[in-house]
């Protein structure tokens, strides 16, 4: 048997997010943003950060999968939808849920940026540092967390739990 453990808490969340916003409010001061939301894990982040930045803003949805409904990365990243819109000349943000690997964001970071973007950040609830196999320049981090699988606020575990509102860990149940 297994059961959910809360890693990072509704409330924690909400704080941190405030602050992310407010960093990122001052950061791009007299600038438009786009930010782009990386699906779908990231969709929770998305919704909840941009209401937290006082900035002219739009969003525009990317969605990239290695992982399938496996717990590892394939190893492959694909673009499952592309933009909607060009980026040419905008300040881009990227939100995303969490980097892992960093297989995903390193791909995304190659594409967008052949794009010719003004500027182009990253912006990461969760980083697990532990498993990067492709390094990531990271500007925004949430919180950084210890090497295990974590699903809730956006992340999945065979597809589901990406409605809880905290971030939790699946551990076995000794019996
Ligand atoms: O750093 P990495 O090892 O590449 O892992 C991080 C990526 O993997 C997950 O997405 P997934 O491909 O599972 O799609 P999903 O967001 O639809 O769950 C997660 O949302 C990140 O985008
Ligand atoms: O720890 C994780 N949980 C859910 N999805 C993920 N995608 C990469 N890492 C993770
Ligand atoms: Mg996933």
Same mark, same amino acid.
């Given at each position: 048997m297994s059961h959910l453990d809360v890693l990072i808490s509704e409330e924690k969340i909400k704080n941190r997010i405030k602050e992310l916003g407010q960093q990122i409010t001052k950061d791009y001061e007299g600038k438009e943003i786009c930010l782009i939301c990386v699906l779908k894990g990231g969709v929770m982040f998305m919704v909840d950060l941009s209401k937290e930045i006082d900035l002219p803003l739009e969003m525009d949805f990317m969605a990239v999968s290695s992982y399938g409904n496996e717990m590892? +990365? +394939?190893g492959v990243v694909k673009i499952i939808k592309d933009l909607d819109d060009p980026i040419e000349g905008k300040h881009v943000l990227i939100i995303e849920d969490i980097i892992d690997s960093g297989r995903t964001l390193s791909y995304l970071v190659k594409t967008l940026n052949n794009r010719k973007p003004a500027s182009l950040r990253i912006c990461t609830? /969760?980083?697990?540092?532990?498993? $990067?196999?492709s390094d990531v320049q990271v500007d925004y981090v949430g919180f950084t967390i210890p090497d295990e699988f974590v699903l809730g606020y956006g992340l999945d575990y065979m597809q589901k739990? $990406?409605? /809880?509102?905290y971030i939790a860990v699946m551990r076995e149940t000794e019996e």
């Open positions: 590892t +990365s +394939s609830l /969760l980083d697990k540092p532990e498993q $990067r196999i739990y $990406r409605n /809880l509102p």
